[in-house]
């Protein structure tokens, strides 16, 4: 009797312990050690490449953000350049009206005078056509009149004003070659410089400035060349004329 319980309890241990030999396979892993370790690397190797490709990301925005900040600064360059020619055009034109105001009246024919005073009227009022226009019909109306120099210089500076720089060269070189000694024949000079300037011509311009510090020294035209000259010329010194 004794042995068949012996038998008995042996064979429930070893059903025990199989059970629990079960429940221990059941608790390992489900992938070897190695396997476990790869697959963690590929973890860890997409978190990897989704960060490279987040950096990838920000760098592309970054290249972005440069190249519309190299954009800004072309356009603030280009506008810059814009509000300095239309700086440029209105000091010329309050040069311009200056001028109209404080040249020398002449006793002229009444007619005569109320056309071009016509002519400067529309000028300061910048209906700048009908100026010219006017200022071309005082030539044909009143060929011999005192004030053909300034209409001419009036007419070259409207020119000048549009950028017809040929049609203003050869009205003021009319009023320099048939009027040498008129007060406005400096300006005329000077300007006449300015065109070979601003048409990149720098070496004709040179030498109309420093026509005009010989021919005017005592000139505003005169300052102004001193004042420009350096443009086209490193080696000019303002002191040395």
Request: aromatic content about 10%.
């Amino acid at each position: 009797m004794n042995l068949l319980k012996n038998i008995f309890y042996m064979s429930g241990g070893i059903a025990m312990l199989s059970r629990l030999h079960a429940v221990v396979v059941e608790s390992k892993p489900i992938l070897p050690v190695h396997e476990y370790d790869h697959a963690l690397y590929v973890q860890q190797r997409e978190q990897l490449n989704e960060q490279s490709s987040q950096i990838n990301l920000l760098e592309s925005k970054v290249d972005q953000l440069l190249e519309y900040s190299e954009q800004l600064v072309h356009k603030h360059e280009f506008l810059k350049g814009k509000i300095d020619s239309l700086e440029k055009q209105q000091r010329d034109f309050l040069a311009l009206m200056s001028d109209i105001v404080l040249q020398p009246e002449y006793s002229v024919a009444p007619q005569e005078h109320k056309d071009y005073q016509t002519s400067l009227d529309l000028m300061k009022a910048q209906q700048y056509s009908q100026a010219l226009k006017g200022l071309q019909k005082f030539i044909h109306d009143y060929p011999q009149s005192e004030k053909i120099p300034y209409v001419y210089y009036w007419i070259a500076e409207l020119y000048l004003m549009d950028n017809q720089y040929e049609q203003a060269g050869e009205c003021y070189s009319y009023l320099l070659t048939n009027y040498p000694l008129h007060h406005k024949a400096s300006e005329a000079l000077f300007k006449i410089g300015q065109i070979s300037y601003n048409i990149g011509r720098t070496e004709e311009a040179k030498l109309k400035w420093l026509e005009v510090i010989q021919r005017f020294p005592q000139s505003q035209a005169s300052q102004l060349a001193k004042k420009n000259l350096p443009k086209v010329d490193k080696d000019y010194k303002p002191h040395a004329l």
